[in-house]
């Protein structure tokens, strides 16, 4: 039997991204690695500094591990319909259960955070040592640990902590730990709990009352599966892709973060590490469509209406990201981690923010006429907004701007981004012609909307390349164009698209995947292939008719998830590695996008 941290570590101490399972309450999310380590943990909330970075840097992150002393196997799933974790440990003396939850607050969001994870003996003795690192605000600011009335609190500035064990050995305390260790038997368990507030007391609730709120979150989350009404192909992947969207969506907003972490690298040992703990704009369009395509009309409801609440600070302009809250701020910062495999810079926050990104204008619209189209009334304020939203894209629809892809060179005329302009102006005029926005600058949209059209036509597609191009007069590639197809700018049937998608799988797929683009970016470096283009291009061989295709295809890409279920931003296609930030949203809404459009195609090729 091997030592699972030979096996699942390199000699640095990082451990690969795919061995990664995530837990979230609502308002954060943390990481747990195959070993029993929790490696990321942001708090009180997702886009707060973490108290646990070893997932970016194993000597100064700080961590939260538990796990037998002997060499051990470790398997893990998630308790079905929850995302509550249990992990197996295999010793050659006995095996344990360890079941790991952020635990919901009951009535009310609570100031209090809990993560309990529960120890049972599942056969034989099994001895397991525990250690809680913590390093608030990335390892940057001092911590100090104590002992308080028999309990161990690491503290911060207004950033507290207790740990708690019970029945798991007594608390051994050094200068930045605290740590035990102890024996659990078959049919005996433990528990260690972390509580953490900020400028709030702390709550020291018994054994007894944790582990019924355990029972309450686990039937929670079963509660919230309930409710889904899809029925359609892949739907054990759709099903954890929904669950895994309801971690990115924080409570207290309904806003949705495009992944849980911050900085988890594009390519190893390169400059593209991101913060991607905002909500992004342009996934408004997914996400509503998703919530509903799963009959999840509540969340869809709330997520649009702090879309509206958020943007309104800059409307009619849109900003390209908002913070959980939204708050327009999200200036980004260096950290001085060693970052993941030494990929660095470490960042907090995202320069992307001040980019002119002209494609979220037709994510806002598609959003409001979905929305709409479900038979929800927009109330004055909000069909004025979205009219003024128009009028703009009427305006600045030719500017070059930066690009779905944020890309951190100059602005360019980007086909994908004319394209949704074209979208936002099209969705504008049906909203208008049905009475739910003021038509009274309707000629004008549809005057700049076929203005917008001859402009891709004549000026985005490559007769040479046979397809739409990534920029207005340039013979490169880009797999953002198949979104033409998945939200109504162009026939998915018709001789372009056709023609299109011939051109990506040829000259941007790389095996079972897809990469982004072709052409310079701005930055150094390479990059894996982009999971959500993966389905997206899924998706498109489903419209286009190619249905057996798209089966074997989308089979291909559901096969690529870790063993939960879960998907980073990127996938290497040379060896199946993940890249980048973890879980990130946009794959798991490409996925659902995707099978549902194959359960209503016909047969399965």
């Known amino acids: 039997m091997h030592h699972a941290r030979d096996v699942i570590r390199d000699r640095d101490g990082f451990a690969p991204i795919r061995d990664y399972a995530a837990i979230g309450d609502g308002r954060t999310v943390a990481l747990v690695a195959r070993d029993g380590s929790i490696d990321w943990l942001p708090l009180p909330d ?86 809680v690192e913590p390093r608030f605000g990335y390892g940057l600011r001092r911590t100090s640990i104590a002992e308080r009335h028999g309990i161990a609190i690491a503290s911060s500035g207004a950033d507290a902590i207790a740990i708690r064990p019970f029945d798991a050995g007594e608390p051994e305390f050094d200068a930045d730990r605290v740590s035990g260790r102890f024996e659990i038997r078959a049919g005996t368990s433990a528990l260690v709990v972390l509580s953490a507030s900020r400028g709030e007391p702390l709550v020291f609730p018994g054994r007894a009352e944790l582990l019924g709120r355990l029972e309450e979150t686990r039937e929670g989350w079963r509660r919230w599966v309930e409710g889904r009404t899809y029925a359609g192909p892949f739907h054990d992947p759709v099903l954890r892709s929904a669950l895994a969207l309801k971690l990115l969506i924080y409570a207290p907003s309904a806003a949705i973060a495009g992944a849980a972490t911050t900085s988890l690298p594009e390519e190893i040992g390169g400059v593209r590490n991101w913060d991607y703990r905002f909500s992004w704009i342009r996934d408004s369009a997914y996400t509503v469509n998703a919530l509903l395509t799963l009959g999840y009309p509540v969340e869809a409801r709330a997520y649009f209406w702090w879309l509206m609440s958020a943007s309104q600070i800059t409307e009619p302009r849109l900003h390209v990201l908002y913070r959980l809250d939204g ?16 990929s660095r810079p470490v960042r907090d926050g995202n320069g992307a923010v001040d980019q002119l990104q002209l494609d979220i204008y037709g994510a806002v619209l598609q959003s409001a006429w979905l929305y709409a189209n479900e038979g929800n009334p927009l109330d004055r304020d909000v069909a004025g907004r979205l009219a003024r939203m128009a ?119 790389d095996g079972p995947l897809i990469r982004r683009y072709s052409g310079e970016d701005g930055l150094p470096g390479d990059e894996g ?36 279920g879960l998907y980073a931003e990127e996938i290497d296609p040379r060896d199946g590695s993940f890249l980048g930030n973890f879980p990130q949203a946009l794959p798991h809404l490409a996925l659902i996008g995707a099978a549902s459009m194959l359960g209503t195609t016909e047969g399965t090729g």
Not at 101 to 123: K, M, N
Not at 328 to 337: K, S
Not at 466 to 477: F, Q
Request: hydrophobic letters at 40%.
């Open 46 to 131: 997702l886009d707060s500094p973490p108290v646990f970075a070893a997932i970016l840097d194993p000597a100064r992150g700080g961590r939260f591990s538990l796990a037998p002393v002997d060499p051990f196997d470790a398997t893990r799933r998630y308790v079905p319909d929850t995302n509550i974790l249990e992990t197996t440990f295999t010793t050659g003396d006995g095996v344990v259960r360890v079941t790991d939850a952020l635990l919901f607050a009951g009535d009310g969001l609570g100031p209090q955070r809990e993560l309990v994870r529960l120890i049972e003996g599942v056969s034989g003795t099994t001895s397991l040592r525990w250690s």
């Open 327 to 342: 708050d327009p701020r999200a200036d980004e910062r260096t950290v001085d981690l060693g970052g993941y495999r030494g």
């Open 391 to 509: 009028d703009l894209v009427a305006t600045i629809w030719s500017e070059p701007d930066s690009g779905i892809w944020e890309v951190r060179s100059a602005p360019q005329p980007f086909t994908q981004s004319k394209m949704m302009c074209w979208i936002a102006l099209d969705r504008a005029i049906d909203l208008a012609s049905a009475g739910r926005i003021s038509g009274d600058h309707a000629a004008r949209w549809i005057e700049e909307r076929d203005a917008i059209g001859r402009f891709v036509e004549d000026r985005c597609w490559s007769d040479r390349k046979r397809s739409y191009t990534r920029v207005a007069g340039s013979d490169d590639l880009d797999a953002s164009v198949l979104l033409a197809s998945l939200l109504g700018y162009a026939d998915p049937t018709g001789p372009r698209m056709l023609a299109t998608i011939e051109a990506i799988d040829r000259e941007l797929r």
């Open 529 to 564: 292939a982009f999971v959500a283009c993966s389905f997206w291009f899924a998706e498109a061989l489903a419209r286009a008719g190619r249905t057996g295709e798209a089966w074997r295809f989308m089979e291909g890409l559901v096969g690529m998830a870790n063993d939960v």
